[in-house]
T-cell receptor, first 117, second 116 residues
Framework: NAGVTQTPKFQVLKTGQSMTLQCAQDMNHNSMYWYRQDPGMGLRLIYYSASEGTTDKGEVPNGYNVSRLNKREFSLRLESAAPSQTSVYFCASSESGATILKANVLTFGAGSRLTVL | GNSVTQMEGPVTLSEEAFLTINCTYTATGYPSLFWYVQYPGEGLQLLLK?????DKGSNKGFEATYRKETTSFHLEKGSVQVSDSAVYFC???????????????FGTGTRLKVLA
């Protein structure tokens, strides 16, 4: 089925460990996003990528790095995990571009629940 | 900057009750507005959207009207069901002028619980 696939679904880390969350979409979308969801905070944008080869910071980028490997894949890396990064992480994608005059719908993955001890 | 404010939850209703979840926004320009729904253990999925003033988005009995004069996009449903229990997020699109793409700004979410 077409959509956004995230791995892993669950991960437990110790403080200081590193890990990468993987995301892939098969809808030929240009734009991809990483959000984190925390109770009472809604969704906050970590990083986004307008197109292959470009990435930009969102609202809460500190402690994270991203790679837009190709048009399909957008990974999120935690180099040295901290308890404050315990959260549910969502990857999303959207069709976009200069010829699209109105924002299109975001398609979300199922989420990755990360716990940092 | 642009922002979205939605009512605090949780909202608890009996089946067949009328639902309103308030959402107001602050934005420059003319954003598109969205309601997303998140069922337990799942990602968010689009419920409805509106792209310009006075547009009404609707889906599955839910409706919301883009009100520019009051900067609001309130979600309504005439008769809720137990299956509507979920978290509802209001969101707006924020264009990134240099790239032709958009960022999406979300409210904090409102949890709805419908009792049989």
């Amino acid at each position: 089925n077409a959509g956004v696939t995230q791995t892993p679904k669950f991960q437990v880390l110790k403080t200081g460990q590193s890990m990468t969350l993987q995301c892939a979409q098969d809808m030929n979308h240009n734009s991809m996003y990483w959000y984190r969801q925390d109770p009472g905070m809604g969704l906050r944008l970590i990083y986004y990528s307008a197109s292959e080869g470009t990435t930009d910071k969102g609202e809460v980028p500190n402690g994270y790095n991203v790679s837009r490997l190709n048009k399909r894949e957008f990974s999120l890396r935690l180099e040295s995990a901290a308890p404050s990064q315990t959260s549910v992480y969502f990857c999303a994608s959207s069709e976009s571009g200069a010829t699209i005059l109105k924002a299109n719908v975001l398609t979300f993955g199922a989420g990755s629940r990360l716990t940092v001890l | 900057g642009n922002s979205v404010t939605q009512m605090e939850g949780p909202v608890t209703l009996s089946e067949e009750a009328f639902l309103t979840i308030n959402c107001t926004y602050t934005a420059t320009g003319y954003p598109s507005l969205f309601w997303y729904v998140q069922y337990p253990g799942e990602g968010l999925q689009l419920l409805l959207k509106a792209t310009k003033a006075d547009d009404k988005g609707s889906n599955k009995g839910f409706e919301a009207t883009y009100r520019k004069e009051t900067t609001s996009f309130h979600l309504e449903k005439g008769s809720v069901q137990v299956s509507d229990s979920a978290v509802y997020f209001c969101a707006l699109s924020d264009p990134v002028s240099t790239s032709g793409t958009y960022k999406y700004i979300f409210g904090t979410g409102t949890r709805l619980k419908v009792l049989a």
